[in-house]
T-cell receptor
């Protein structure tokens, strides 16, 4: 079946530190991969996505590369800010159709000044 | 990106009453809408998939008579929690997609508290 595994949080970093949140997946076929961010009290916002192997998604200083050989889609940012504090969800869509997303459990990030 | 709204954002109701949550795609036609439920500090669990003009497809373990979903138009889907009980208290989130392979856009969520 399809599943997403994220590193467990919470993750606490100082401002300007380097961030990595690991995400690996299991899927049949060729899934699309996503990172969503959820700020306190809000819904999910799409952060970035990649639809095929070796694609790199990037947005707001965050990056993630679709690695088929390691079935991974790790989220990275070179210098985090306090405003990046949120919960980050890795997700996959199993195919190119109109199918629901499969989410990881989420990783809570707290950035302190 | 596209905008999806939910109404209400927060609702408190008494046990035994019914609550309707609306999900609207504001600037695109959503052929498919998904309803998720999120418990505190946990991930999103898919409840049902709703295609415009047809009956919703419910995930295993989700009671279709309790969680009524209607997708009457390409911009509106509703979730009605019937005879709500305290265990139905949760954060309900919808997402909408314009079609196959399209990005899914999420609403801001509705927090339901049943007393």
């Amino acid at each position: 079946g399809n599943s997403v595994t994220q590193m467990e949080g919470p993750v606490t970093l100082s401002e300007e530190a380097f961030l990595t949140i690991n995400c690996t997946y299991t899927a049949t076929g060729y899934p699309s991969l996503f990172w969503y961010v959820q700020y306190p009290g809000e819904g999910l916002q799409l952060l970035l996505k990649a639809t095929k192997a070796d694609d790199k998604g990037s947005n707001k200083g965050f990056e993630a590369t679709y690695r088929k050989e390691t079935t991974s889609f790790h989220l990275e940012k070179g210098s985090v800010q306090v405003s990046d504090s949120a919960v980050y969800f890795c997700a996959l869509r199993p195919d190119s159709g109109n199918t629901p997303l499969v989410f990881g459990k989420g990783t809570r990030l707290s950035v302190i000044a | 990106g596209a905008v999806v709204s939910q109404h209400p954002s927060r609702v408190i109701c008494k046990s035994g009453t019914s609550v309707k949550i609306e999900c609207r795609s504001l600037d695109f036609q959503a052929t498919t809408m998904f309803w998720y439920r999120q418990f505190p500090k946990q991930s999103l669990m898919l409840m049902a998939t709703s295609n415009e003009g047809s009956k919703a497809t419910y995930e295993q373990g989700v009671e279709k008579d309790k969680f009524l979903i209607n997708h009457a138009s390409l911009t509106l889907s509703t979730l009605t929690v019937t005879s709500a009980h305290p265990e139905d208290s949760s954060f309900y989130i919808c997402s909408a997609s314009g079609g196959s392979g399209e990005t899914q856009y999420f609403g801001p969520g509705t927090r339901l508290l049943v007393l």
